[in-house]
Structures are given as structure tokens and as C-alpha cells.
């Protein structure tokens, strides 16, 4: 697996809470802080918490849905 280190080429046209949510987590990977992604608010954060990593939701800043998901359903 690699880290990514760059901005995405469409990254001026995320909103201004988008941005700022790739903004922090590049200050995290600047900081070697480790990060967990979660898509579930069910998932413990003291698991990730006591391992020292950072946790962030993928999917509370955008209203677009998943067009393999729109298809399937």
C-alpha cells in the first residue's frame, strides 16, 4: 500500500469543508500520525484511540452518492 501525499487535481472544486477535511489529514500524514477511515458511526474510536491513531468519517461532507451503489440498488 502507498501513502498519498498530494492533493487531488480536483481539489478546488470540494467544498470549503471537503478541503479542510484533506487538509488535516495531510497535516496527520505530515505528523506520521496514524489514521483510520471509518464509514460506520458504529465503529469504536477507543480501538483506533488506544492505538494512537487519528480517526476520520469518509463520508459526512458530501451528499454524492456511489454510482456502483445507485446501480446495484
Same mark, same amino acid.
Given at each position: 500500500m502507498?501513502?498519498?501525499?498530494?492533493l487531488?487535481?480536483?481539489?478546488?472544486?470540494?467544498?470549503?469543508?471537503?478541503?479542510q477535511?484533506?487538509?488535516?489529514? !495531510?497535516?496527520?500524514?505530515?505528523?506520521?500520525?496514524?489514521?483510520?477511515?471509518?464509514?460506520?458511526s458504529? !465503529?469504536p474510536?477507543?480501538?483506533? !484511540?488506544?492505538?494512537?491513531?487519528?480517526?476520520?468519517?469518509?463520508?459526512?461532507?458530501s451528499?454524492?452518492?456511489?454510482?456502483?451503489a445507485?446501480?446495484?440498488l
Amino acid at each position: 500500500m502507498s501513502l498519498v501525499t498530494q492533493l487531488p487535481s480536483i481539489f478546488s472544486d470540494f467544498s470549503d469543508a471537503r478541503q479542510q477535511g484533506f487538509l488535516t489529514v !495531510m497535516g496527520l500524514k505530515e505528523q506520521s500520525v496514524p489514521l483510520v477511515g471509518t464509514y460506520c458511526s458504529f !465503529m469504536p474510536l477507543e480501538i483506533a !484511540m488506544a492505538a494512537g491513531a487519528a480517526v476520520d468519517s469518509l463520508c459526512l461532507t458530501s451528499d454524492d452518492t456511489i454510482v456502483e451503489a445507485d446501480e446495484a440498488l
